[in-house]
């Protein structure tokens, strides 16, 4: 191109000089300046992007647009100037320490300690600075503060750039106009927001999720006839919404979907423009069969289209809000609290019953729950038992909301009251769970009821309001998933009321994968969080994202001997916090890596008069990976919380239990094989109790849920009683050197019934 040019100039004639020359060389810098090269080494190849011009940040101060390109290198590396140019600003404080060269900034980088305002630097020369530790990326910015324009724009800006890779249209849905209602089946009527998650690739598959999750360019939709034939309405500017050259002066939640969006996920509102909040006006159309198309592309042409089928109707197809189930407790009876909905059409509840989580059964309907309803007795349920929501309106047939969490209650013979408190409210593109509604209860629930205790439920916002008191509960388990900043972990008012609780003596369960994130100064916090973290959690905030997802336990801790996995179901967890113990808190589980994952903790917490006890895990009790293992853990926090969770002292004299015992195998680890010869331990034995005479079964699983063992079921008397097992499967081969679980089911006469399970160790 050059050439050509030049070769253009010296054929000019003389008499066009004067005129032609000067307008030419007025536009020459210009256009050297429409491309520049990367500020990284190699200069002049193409780099990797981790985050995209005008993507969504949640970040503080408020959430905002991405005003500038991330592009990663290892900490330490130099920065270069894309220009020559001077050096008008520097900061050297902080992750977001800068140096500025005329119209580009260079964030997240030590300023060369030589270098100072108004000195000159020159491009790919000069070092800038050096990418500051623990940031991994250099965010370069082109524009002033507040006009920043995107570096990666077609034909201009960072050069050269290859991306091959077209961004994915993850999902499309439809909301009644600015509310968070969702149109169920693809059926709409009258004002509709169409939503979209959409994720420019910028790396093939296999790249890193910082890489295959960023903000789109481009983003468009026209409606289409049923067969896609014929555009039957299109927005403005040929259905164009969005193209992402200047950083829109609107408010970010015109573009992005606050409940949906965060730094790793992008949710866009497809009908409106950074300006305006705006709809697609289904009344405009005859009702009938129609396609959504929705459109994107970044900033090298690659594409993606999807096509959704919708149905326009007059009819209501709108149902009630998702209600919002606050409790399950016991008032001599268990009675579930919930908030009531304001539907005018609202008709009444359905509340639905499970005891697997997976079978659900209409318990009580709307003729029974009207709409003045907020609560129902259930003292018709007894045992272990869960139960979900939805609001009903008055069309026939009636529109059923989304279902509620679900939440749950036990029953058993021990007279402690447990609680399991949920605090988890964070789904769809702001966390890892993409539904409004989520079951972890049961997955607490289940490993307590195997241990063979009771637990009540309730939502946070029932302890925030004091309609629940922790002061009732022996015990609370607080489950906080992967909870972040925005809805808060724990806000003021909860952890002053967790404050209290363990100055009073609690016993307090945590696991969460943000919760040292958003509560420590070096990530999100504020002192008085940190005080919270430090004294109360025992804990201090070490790394994001631990990078392990195997888990075991400390020598000495509450946890010895165990290990498991965690982290890949019911959702995937991609930020496990790294914790340090502090204020007397002691480790009790350590990652695969050797971060440490929990902190136990028994004594008198500042403030308090009577000794308390914590167990606070940096990642989600949920995701553990098998449930024999959740309950190997539950019982182990139990043991710590109770001394025993197996019988009471007092009962280890007696030739009947008071209750169903499953106690630690011994000798736990045992030798099989040609080590146990040598040891004298070739076999290890089970031993359980029994209340009243019961139908028992005995079964060993590996750590992957495959059944290893299995002893004939049989009818056994009340009393203690003993198996062996030497370490073979049920075709008498030895089984590997590992951890197994020791299950016992047990049900009398009577219908009680028992679950409960230890973890065991075999070497050979």
């Not at 697609?280 to 993606?304: C, I, K, Q």
Request: aromatic share 12%.
């Amino acid at each position: 191109m050059k050439r050509i040019f030049i070769s253009w100039v010296v054929s000019i004639r003389w008499p066009l000089l004067s005129v032609g020359l000067i307008l030419l060389i007025a536009i020459i810098p210009t256009i050297a300046l429409a491309q520049f090269p990367w500020p990284v080494t190699p200069f002049n190849q193409s780099q990797t992007i981790t985050g995209t011009f005008c993507e969504y940040r949640d970040t503080a101060p408020a959430p905002h647009y991405h005003n500038g390109t991330d592009i990663p290198k290892a900490d330490g590396s130099p920065l270069y100037p894309v220009i020559d140019g001077v050096i008008t600003s520097l900061d050297p404080n902080g992750d977001n320490a800068f140096v500025r060269v005329n119209r580009f900034a260079y964030v997240h980088i030590m300023p060369n300690s030589a270098l100072g305002v108004g000195d000159s630097v020159f491009k790919s020369v000069t070092v800038l600075g050096t990418i500051l530790p623990g940031l991994g990326h250099v965010h370069l910015t082109e524009g002033q503060v507040g006009s920043e324009v995107n570096a990666l724009r077609e034909n201009t800006g960072l050069s050269p750039y290859v991306d091959t890779w077209p961004p994915v249209i993850n999902y499309v849905r439809f909301f009644q106009n600015g509310t968070g209602v969702q149109f169920t089946n693809n059926s709409v009527s009258g004002r509709v927001d169409i939503v979209s998650h959409l994720s420019e690739k910028n790396g093939p598959p296999g790249s890193s999720t910082s890489v295959l999750n960023n903000g789109t360019y481009k983003l468009g939709y026209k409606i289409l006839s049923a067969d896609r034939n014929t555009i039957v309405y299109s927005p403005p500017n040929n259905g164009l919404r969005y193209q992402f050259d200047r950083k829109p002066t609107g408010d970010v939640h015109n573009t992005f979907h606050p409940s949906f969006s965060n730094t790793s996920t992008h949710v866009y509102y497809v009908t409106n423009t950074p300006t305006t909040k705006t709809y697609w006006d289904t009344s405009t159309l005859p009702e009938g069969d129609y396609a959504v198309m929705v459109f994107t592309e970044d900033t090298r042409h690659n594409v993606d289209t999807a096509y959704v089928p919708v149905r326009v109707t007059r009819k209501d197809q709108l149902a009630p809000a998702q209600p919002t189930l606050l409790s399950i407790v016991f008032s001599n009876t268990p009675v579930a609290r919930w908030l009531a909905n304001s539907e005018l059409d609202l008709l009444g509840y359905r509340l639905y019953s499970s005891q697997n989580n997976s079978t659900w059964t209409p318990a009580l309907l709307e003729n029974q729950l009207t709409k003045t309803t907020t609560q129902a007795d259930l003292n018709t349920f007894n045992g272990e038992w869960y139960f979900r929501l939805t609001a009903v309106d008055t069309v026939a047939p009636p529109n059923e909301s989304t279902n509620s969490d679900v939440y749950g209650f036990a029953t058993s013979a021990r007279r402690e009251r447990l609680l399991i408190v949920d605090g988890f409210d964070r789904f769809g593109g702001s966390g890892s769970w993409p539904n409004p509604w989520h079951w972890f209860v049961f997955s607490h629930g289940q490993a307590l009821a195997a241990n063979g205790f009771a637990f009540e439920t309730c939502a946070n916002e029932a302890v925030i309001s004091g309609a629940v008191n922790l002061q009732d509960y022996q015990a609370v388990f607080w489950l906080l998933g992967d909870e972040s900043t925005a809805g808060e972990t724990f806000n003021a008012s909860e952890q002053a009321r967790a404050r209290a609780y363990l100055q009073n003596g609690g016993n307090l369960f945590v696991s969460g994968s943000e919760v040292a994130w958003d509560l420590d100064p070096q990530a999100r916090g504020s002192a008085a969080d940190e005080a919270f973290l430090h004294d109360y959690l025992k804990a201090d905030y070490v790394n994001d994202d631990a990078n392990n997802f195997s888990v075991s336990g400390v020598a000495g801790s509450i946890f010895a001997g165990i290990n498991f996995t965690y982290g890949s179901a019911p959702y995937p967890e991609d930020f496990p916090d790294a914790i340090n113990a502090v204020g007397g808190g002691t480790v009790c589980l350590r990652y695969g890596n050797g971060f440490n994952a929990g902190v136990q903790f028994a004594g008198v917490f500042p403030g308090g008069n009577r000794d308390g006890k914590l167990v606070y895990l940096g990642f989600p009790f949920e995701t553990i990976s098998a449930a024999p293992a959740r309950q190997e853990v539950m019982r182990r926090v139990l043991a710590f919380f109770f001394e025993t969770t197996e019988v009471a002292a007092a009962d280890r004299n007696e030739a009947v239990p008071k209750q169903f015992v499953l106690s630690q195998n011994y000798p736990n680890p045992f030798l099989s094989g040609a080590k146990s010869r040598a040891a004298g331990n070739p076999a290890t034995t089970l031993q359980f109790g029994l209340p009243v005479r019961a139908w028992v079964r005995l079964e060993i699983y590996n750590l992957i849920g495959q059944r290893v063992r299995n002893w004939p079921a049989s009818w056994l008397e009340a009393g203690f009683h003993e198996q062996q097992w030497d370490g073979r499967n049920d075709a008498g081969l030895p089984v590997s050197s590992g951890e197994y679980f020791l299950r016992l089911s047990a049900e009398s006469v009577g219908g009680r019934k028992l679950v409960k399970t230890v973890m065991l160790s075999l070497v050979r």
